[in-house]
Nanobody
Framework: QVQLVESGGGLVQAGGSLRLSCAASGNIFTINTMGWYRQAPGKQRDLVARITSGGSTNYTESVKGRFTISRDNAKVYLQMNSLRPEDTAVYYC???????????????WGQGTLVTVSS
C-alpha cells in the first residue's frame, strides 16, 4: 500500500506565497509522475502541475509563472507565489508508479490540504 501525506496549506492574503509538500511512502518500487490537483467548491478537480521522474513539468495555464513544482525522490513540492483569491481550493497530491511487491501499477491520492487566499 502506498500513502501520500500532504502539508503546507493555510490562509494567505492575495499576493502572498505558500509552499505545499507531499511525501510518498509504503510499498513503492518506482514513482513515475507526481502532481498537484485542486478542487474549488462546486467545481471539478483539475490539474495544477505535474512532474515526471525525469523532471519534465507541465502547468495549467493560469498558474504559469507563479507556481513551481519540484521533486526530490518520493517527495513533491509546489511553491505558490503571487497567490490570487481564485487559487482558493483544496489541493491534492497525486502519484503513480509501480509497487515493490509484485510490481503492480498504482495511482494514489493524498487527503487534500486547504489553501485559502483572501482578497
Amino acid at each position: 500500500q502506498v500513502q501520500l501525506v500532504e502539508s503546507g496549506g493555510g490562509l494567505v492574503q492575495a499576493g502572498g506565497s505558500l509552499r505545499l509538500s507531499c511525501a510518498a511512502s509504503g510499498n513503492i518500487f518506482t514513482i513515475n509522475t507526481m502532481g498537484w490537483y485542486r478542487q474549488a467548491p462546486g467545481k471539478q478537480r483539475d490539474l495544477v502541475a505535474r512532474i515526471t521522474s525525469g523532471g519534465s513539468t507541465n502547468y495549467t495555464e493560469s498558474v504559469k509563472g507563479r507556481f513551481t513544482i519540484s521533486r526530490d525522490n518520493a517527495k513533491v513540492y509546489l511553491q505558490m507565489n503571487s497567490l490570487r483569491p481564485e487559487d482558493t481550493a483544496v489541493y491534492y497530491c497525486n502519484a503513480d508508479g509501480t509497487s515493490a511487491l509484485f510490481h503492480r501499477y498504482f495511482e494514489v491520492w493524498g487527503q487534500g490540504t486547504l489553501v485559502t487566499v483572501s482578497s
